[in-house]
């Protein structure tokens, strides 16, 4: 019903930075809250940051003063902007939408910072 496509990531040296963005496609009425999770090899995932439909925003700890979301509405899209990367932050980075009710998860998108 809904489609979440990331693009964005890729390889980069740590201090670094990138840009991720999800595009919502298909029946995209009222997409409510929007976020990024990550998940590292062996890992659980976690959730980098949040942000509501009307641009309230929350984030992990690790992600305050590097990660910055942002939404725009009208092109169904969220970003997350990541600067200052470390070796830590490799992980394949997934987009997340509540459409009525309903989770949506993008298939993803690894982001690999060397050393």
């Known amino acids: 019903q809904v489609q979440l496509v990331e693009s964005g990531g890729g390889l980069v040296q740590a201090g670094g930075s990138l840009r991720l963005s999800c595009a919502a496609s298909g029946s995209v009425l009222r997409i409510g809250a929007m976020g990024w999770y990550r998940q590292a090899p062996g890992k659980q995932r976690e959730l980098v940051a949040i942000i509501s439909q009307d641009g309230g925003t929350n984030s992990a700890d690790f992600a305050k003063g590097r990660f910055t979301i942002s939404r725009d509405n009208a092109k169904n899209t969220v970003y997350l902007q990541m600067i200052s990367l470390k070796s830590e932050d490799t992980a394949v980075y997934y987009c997340?939408?509540?459409?009525?009710?309903?989770?949506?998860w993008g298939q993803g998108t690894p982001v690999t910072v060397s050393s």
């Open positions: 997340h939408a509540n459409v009525r009710l309903v989770s949506y």
